[in-house]
């Protein structure tokens, strides 16, 4: 990536690595069919001081969608957790969809930005890389979605949650996979969270018992991760 400084994460060897990411994709739960988006918040009958608030939507996969999980444990409530204690009037939206990529998040965005948004967090890519599609394809995608929230509104504030490649599947691709998300956060001056699974990735101790998706645990490191360039922004 552009301009950054690597972060130093553990690897576990690739036969847990890569089914941690397409069990992203291929696990089932029964939440994971449907993204997990409220209604807009026009449409809500909240009290008017509540439907004033600023929107934070989390747009991913079943990371964001917080797998194998309660909603109050996914690292998108602890968020929301975190911004209430410090009163910030802000109102976070998950809406994460177990197995998507980056076309199926192109394909449903212009459904998601029918709500009122004000900060827009990107987390697409990594069952893209896992499955082997084009990293070029993935690029196109990610750019596409940028554009369409920017189109939406160019007020909408945007940050872009970073992924990163096993080594094993070679330098040059690790490389271009993880340039992706820099080289599009500098393009469009957006913020970015360089790898969302830095110090959870591959650590049995904060994932779920299938070795694969965060525990409760490692959602709060996510948060962390998070909230580290969030809070940039509100």
Same mark, same amino acid.
């Given at each position: 990536?552009?301009?950054?400084?690597?972060?130093?994460?553990?690897?576990?060897?690739?036969?847990? $690595?890569?089914?941690? #990411?397409?069990?992203? +994709?291929?696990?089932?739960?029964?939440?994971?069919?449907? !993204?997990?988006?409220?209604? !807009?918040?026009?449409?809500?009958?909240? /009290?008017?001081?509540e439907l004033k608030k600023k929107v934070i939507? $989390?747009?991913g996969n079943s990371l964001t969608a917080g797998? +194998?999980?309660?909603?109050?444990? @996914?690292?998108?409530?602890?968020?929301?957790?975190?911004?209430?204690?410090?009163?910030?009037?802000?109102?976070?939206?998950? @809406?994460?969809?177990? =197995?998507?990529?980056? *076309? =199926?998040?192109?394909?449903?965005? &212009?459904?998601?930005?029918?709500?009122?948004?004000?900060?827009?967090?990107?987390?697409? =890519?990594?069952?893209?890389?896992?499955?082997?599609?084009?990293?070029?394809?993935? &690029?196109?995608?990610?750019? *596409?979605?940028?554009?369409?929230?920017? *189109?939406?509104? *160019?007020?909408? %504030?945007?940050?872009?949650? +970073?992924?990163?490649?096993? /080594?094993?599947?070679?330098?040059?691709?690790?490389? %271009? #996979? &993880?340039?992706?998300? #820099?080289?599009?956060?500098?393009?469009?001056?957006?913020?970015?969270? !360089? #790898?969302?699974?830095?110090?959870?990735? +591959?650590?049995?101790?904060?994932?779920?018992?299938?070795?694969?998706? /965060?525990?409760?645990?490692?959602?709060?490191?996510?948060?962390?991760?998070?909230?580290?360039?969030?809070?940039?922004?509100?």
């Amino acid at each position: 990536m552009m301009n950054h400084v690597k972060y130093q994460y553990k690897w576990i060897i690739v036969c847990f $690595f890569i089914p941690f #990411f397409i069990g992203c +994709g291929n696990q089932k739960n029964e939440n994971a069919d449907k !993204p997990i988006l409220q209604k !807009p918040i026009e449409e809500t009958t909240k /009290p008017t001081s509540e439907l004033k608030k600023k929107v934070i939507l $989390f747009f991913g996969n079943s990371l964001t969608a917080g797998y +194998g999980l309660e909603e109050n444990q @996914a690292f998108t409530a602890l968020i929301q957790d975190r911004i209430d204690s410090l009163n910030l009037n802000y109102q976070v939206v998950n @809406a994460g969809l177990s =197995g998507e990529t980056t *076309a =199926g998040g192109l394909g449903r965005i &212009e459904w998601v930005l029918e709500q009122t948004i004000d900060i827009f967090v990107l987390e697409l =890519g990594g069952n893209d890389m896992l499955r082997g599609f084009n990293i070029e394809a993935t &690029e196109s995608n990610l750019r *596409a979605i940028i554009e369409k929230v920017k *189109a939406k509104n *160019a007020e909408i %504030r945007i940050i872009i949650a +970073g992924m990163q490649a096993p /080594p094993n599947m070679g330098k040059d691709y690790t490389d %271009r #996979f &993880e340039k992706i998300y #820099f080289q599009l956060a500098d393009e469009y001056q957006t913020g970015l969270i !360089p #790898f969302l699974l830095k110090d959870v990735g +591959g650590i049995k101790s904060l994932n779920q018992s299938d070795g694969i998706h /965060p525990n409760a645990e490692g959602q709060k490191v996510i948060r962390e991760n998070v909230w580290e360039e969030l809070k940039k922004f509100l």
